[in-house]
């Protein structure tokens, strides 16, 4: 088995997609210019593109760096993320079913930062269909990730975490993240998209 699954290019190419606009705007929100976030007010007032943007924006550039090391892990270790094309797909698919679950099913959150949830939603997508790994490493590791989110969903945020950040972790937006994953699952599954 290789350690990097994906190729360099294809990986650089898909970190430089996601992690640019992160960048920036987290550099244009750090100097209070531009806030992308989440935020279920500006939503309602017609900012629907925060739907997406939230994704992107962060509570700090230690929380960028941290879900950005996320992203190159999943990279380096999956072979299904080794499009870039269909990689961005995915992604851009399973932050607007969260934000849309967060919508619909979380009204108590006003606001939500980070790629954590989407991160969620790949490492599932990824875990069920590289058969790279052996069944039952990818079976462990999906009953992991599932414990991990339920464990949150019964306790709430692990306090390091938050301390970590600097913020709230909306534990709630994981668990549309692995749903988010489960519909990817299914959605290439059926060949919507190659």
Known sequence: MRILQVGLKQAATILLVLLLPAIFIEGLDHFNLFDARYHRGAIVGGEWWRLLTGHLDHIGWVHLLMNGLCLALLLALFRPLGRPVRTLFLWLLASLLISLMMWFLSPG??????????????????????????????????????????????????????????????????????????????????????
Do not use: C
């Open 109 to 194: 959150i006003s606001w939500y930062v980070g790629l954590s949830a989407s991160l969620y939603a790949l490492v599932v997508y990824a875990l069920a269909t590289d058969t790279s790994y052996p069944v039952i490493f990818r079976i462990v590791a999906l009953g992991l990730t599932a414990f991990k989110v339920g464990v949150e969903q019964v306790n709430g945020d692990a306090s390091f975490m938050s301390d970590f950040i600097s913020g709230p972790v909306a534990v709630d937006s994981h668990l549309y993240g692995v749903i988010a994953g489960v519909v990817l699952i299914l959605i290439m599954r059926f060949r919507v998209f190659r």
